[in-house]
């Protein structure tokens, strides 16, 4: 078992700028994808970057790619979404996920089945 932890969510107005974590407890996901996700009221949860176990590959949802970056430290069980340039469509609750089907996977999963673990999300309110 693994528990998932989201930190930095706030209110920021359009072009600033946050960095989300994620904290895992419980066991290591040195080993394991990670992913982030945001889900707006009325929508559905929707993929926003993730990452390998090392770094090596990233992927990005076209809506956030050149502003969004996402990083893991194993070291420290965590990792993070760094969010420049928001616009108030970025407005969601964000979620971290991580993938413990396969270890070492190369490539990242990019749809919410790919992963089985989640966190409980920290809100993100862009204002205009």
């Known amino acids: 078992q693994v528990q998932l932890v989201e930190s930095g969510g706030g209110l920021v107005q359009a072009g600033g700028s946050l960095r989300l974590s994620c904290a895992a407890s419980g066991r290591t996901i040195s080993s394991a994808a990670m992913g982030w996700f945001r889900q707006a009221p009325g929508k559905e949860r929707e993929f926003v970057a993730a990452?390998?176990?090392?770094?090596?590959?990233?992927s990005y949802a076209d809506s956030v790619k050149g502003r969004f970056t996402i990083s893991r430290d194993n070291a420290k069980n965590t990792v993070y979404l760094q969010m420049d340039s928001l616009k108030p469509e970025d407005t969601a609750v964000y979620y971290c996920a991580a993938d413990l089907h396969i270890f070492y996977r190369t490539v990242a999963g990019v749809t919410p089945g790919a992963y089985d673990y989640w966190g409980q999300g920290t809100q993100v309110t862009v204002s205009s």
């Open positions: 990452i390998t176990w090392n770094g090596g590959s990233t």
